[in-house]
Nanobody, 116 residues
């Protein structure tokens, strides 16, 4: 089973930056799959933020965050990062990582709150 631990969230002013980290562990982790970031704002469903492949590090982003967020990964440590800049109030959400395609089990996520 894959275990996922997100960290790095917090309160930040609009226009600020944060770096989220996701540590993935477990024998179920398969390098044939990528890792993705997802978020869920109050009253909304979970939405896709971006993903990255383990092998090539090729990222793909949702239009809503393209140009502001960046994903990279450390294969040796099984860590994937979400670098967020130019944060907006609309980015406020609980952020989750998972494999891509995502497994049915999710971590606790990390709260990102953007204030004005």
């Amino acid at each position: 089973q894959v275990q996922l631990v997100e960290s790095g969230g917090g309160l930040v002013q609009a226009g600020g930056s944060l770096r989220l980290s996701c540590v993935a562990s477990g024998r179920t982790l398969n390098s044939n799959y990528g890792m993705g970031w997802f978020r869920q704002a109050p009253g909304k469903g979970r939405e896709f933020v971006g993903r990255i492949t383990w092998t090539y590090g090729a990222p793909y982003y949702a239009d809503s965050v393209k140009g502001r967020f960046a994903i990279d990964r450390d294969n040796a440590k099984n860590v994937v990062y979400l670098h967020m800049s130019g944060l907006e109030r609309e980015d406020t959400a609980v952020y989750y990582c998972n494999t891509y395609p995502p497994l049915s089990s999710w971590g606790q996520g990390t709260q990102v709150t953007v204030s004005s």
